[in-house]
């Protein structure tokens, strides 16, 4: 398993993830009924965790940054 996501990308699902989530306990947001939507929220945060991304390799991108040969 390659990593396939970068830092900037991983920080944005981290932060996703765990609005999310707090959305779902729900920390902050009002009792809506639709709270349980916020445990996708589990999705991104584990995806940025571990740094790759099962749809990224389907498609075949990555936000990784190489650096360039000189």
Not at 12 to 23: K, M, N
């Amino acid at each position: 398993m390659n990593i396939n996501i970068g830092p900037i990308d991983r920080a944005i699902r981290a932060l996703i993830g765990i609005a999310l989530i707090a959305y779902a306990i729900p920390i902050g947001f009002p009792e809506t009924g639709w709270n349980w939507v916020g445990w996708i929220g589990v999705v991104p945060l584990a995806t940025a965790a571990v740094g790759f991304c099962p749809l990224y390799r389907l498609i075949g991108t990555s936000t990784v940054q190489h650096p360039h040969p000189q």
